[in-house]
């Protein structure tokens, strides 16, 4: 394998996705690795976990800052680490258009919606008062936009007659946990090309060759 992409995880609160994606790197043949967590929260629950792991944290308090003046706090912290991939894992503040622009289609999140149905917060709500049938999660390229953006993986999950918004959000959660680090290891191959609204998942070999037995 050629060298790991180096991401960044922004998070604001336990950041239980965040978790899947370290766990995912563990395994050494993974294409990217972990090398800062980044929280706005200094209480996040998710900074105790990533130190745990050995990996370097840093807090970057939206407090007292405009959007502009946080994205490029945010922005500095990234790149100090050598970041080239940021992946927001419960992160809650709105990013500035300057600050996703930058990261444009190396910014990428997780939604527990199978977008574009069900964007903003209270999705499991949503979706339970609208009576789907089917529920799930997205992993897109973030725009300035909110929850828009290429998509890059989705999984669906039944909705169950009775079920409350715990236990579709659990259900959901269990499928985010699966699908994240599927969406990076896809971006981190350079296998996502953005054509427009949308991403075309390229072969695992570019060079089109075939191997027996294969990689995934
Ligand atoms: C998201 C979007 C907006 C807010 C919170 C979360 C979903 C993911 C996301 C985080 N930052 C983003 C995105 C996104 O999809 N696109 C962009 N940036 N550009 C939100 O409005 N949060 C408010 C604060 C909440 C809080 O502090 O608890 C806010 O005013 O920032």
């Given at each position: 394998m050629t060298t790991r992409r180096k991401v960044a995880v922004l998070i604001s609160g336990r950041g239980s996705n965040m978790r899947a994606l370290v766990e995912a790197t563990r395994?050494?043949?993974?294409?990217a690795s972990i090398v800062v967590v980044i929280s706005?929260?200094?209480?996040?629950?998710g900074l105790d976990f990533a130190r745990g792991a050995g990996i370097a944290t840093e807090i970057v308090p939206h407090?007292?800052?405009?959007r502009a003046a946080h994205g490029a706090a945010l922005d500095a912290a990234i790149r100090k680490h050598g970041a080239d991939l940021v992946c927001l894992a419960g992160f809650m503040r709105l990013l500035d258009p300057g600050f996703v622009e930058a990261w444009r289609d190396r910014l990428i999140n997780v939604h527990?919606?199978?977008?574009?149905?069900?964007?903003?917060?209270?999705t499991h709500a949503k979706a339970l008062a609208a009576g789907v049938k089917i529920a799930g999660c997205t992993v897109h390229f973030v725009r300035?936009?909110?929850?828009?953006?290429?998509?890059?993986a989705q999984a669906a999950v039944p909705v169950r007659d009775g079920d409350t918004e715990a236990e579709l959000a659990a259900r959901i959660l269990a499928q985010e946990h699966r699908i994240y680090p599927l969406a990076l290891r896809l971006v981190a191959e350079g296998r996502v090309r953005v054509e427009g609204d949308r991403t075309i998942i390229g072969a695992p070999d570019a060079t089109g060759s075939l191997a027996n037995p294969s990689t995934p």
């Open positions: 395994d050494p043949g993974y294409p706005n929260m200094a209480d996040a629950g407090r007292g800052l405009d527990p919606s199978l977008l574009p149905s069900f964007r903003g917060l209270d300035a936009d909110v929850d828009a953006g290429p998509i890059i």
